[in-house]
Antibody
């Protein structure tokens, strides 16, 4: 069965960077993009971007342009999201997600979420 | 970018009630609209895609309709386990924006 397992919770100081991993299993990694979505405390879902695990093509929400990096390692079926210059309002649960069908961006599978806390 | 709005932001209904949630896109998105359910402390779960196609395993009391800019999610007979926040999401092109959510209580 499809599984996305994310790395554990992180606590970071303002200005630091965080890298969250998402290890995929149960399907052919290169056949699906991995997207990242975050949820700030008590708030809704915010789409951050996606990376093609086949071509390395990426697309980011304008809000995160220049501050986010997404990578994918097909040898370990793991995707990574790095967010730099962290601020307190980056405190959120970060999710990786996989399409229900290839390149549809309908998220049928989600990781368990990684809480990133930004605090001095 | 296309903006997504939902109404109401929250509602309270009784078990067995018919519940309708509306999602509106600021520009037409054809039928590229999905609905997700998120229970407290849980991961979002896909309910409906292509505006009206039920995801496998989702109870038939959930249904979706609409096209273009106006969409609805209907729960035909509200159950206690349906307490959750419901989000719509556009996916015709990036950014794949989510609506602000509708919280449903019993």
């Amino acid at each position: 069965q499809v599984q996305l397992v994310q790395s554990g919770a992180e606590v970071k100081k303002p200005g630091a960077s965080v890298r969250v991993s998402c290890k995929a299993s149960g399907y052919t990694f290169k056949n699906y993009v991995i997207s990242w979505v975050r949820q700030t405390p008590g708030q809704g879902l915010e789409w951050m971007g996606w990376i093609s695990t086949y071509s390395d093509e990426k697309k980011f929400a304008q809000k995160f342009q220049g501050r986010v990096t997404m990578t994918a390692d097909a040898s370990t079926s793991t995707a990574y999201m790095e967010l730099r210059s962290l601020r307190s309002d980056d405190t959120a649960v970060y999710y990786c997600a996989r399409d229900r069908d290839p390149y549809t961006y309908v998220y049928g599978y989600w990781g368990q979420g990684t809480l990133v806390t930004v605090s001095s | 970018d296309i903006q997504m709005t939902q109404s109401p932001s929250s509602l309270s209904a009784s078990v067995g009630d018919r519940v309708t949630i509306t999602c509106r896109a600021s520009q037409g998105i054809s039928d590229s609209l999905a609905w997700y359910q998120q229970k407290p402390g849980k991961v979002p779960k896909l309910l409906i895609y292509a505006a009206s196609t039920l995801q496998s395993g989702v109870p038939s009391r959930f249904s979706g309709s609409g096209s273009g800019t106006d969409f609805t999610l209907t729960i035909s007979s509200l159950q206690p386990e349906d307490v959750a926040t419901y989000y719509c999401q556009k996916y015709n092109n990036a950014p794949f924006t989510f609506g602000p959510g509708t919280k449903v209580d019993i």
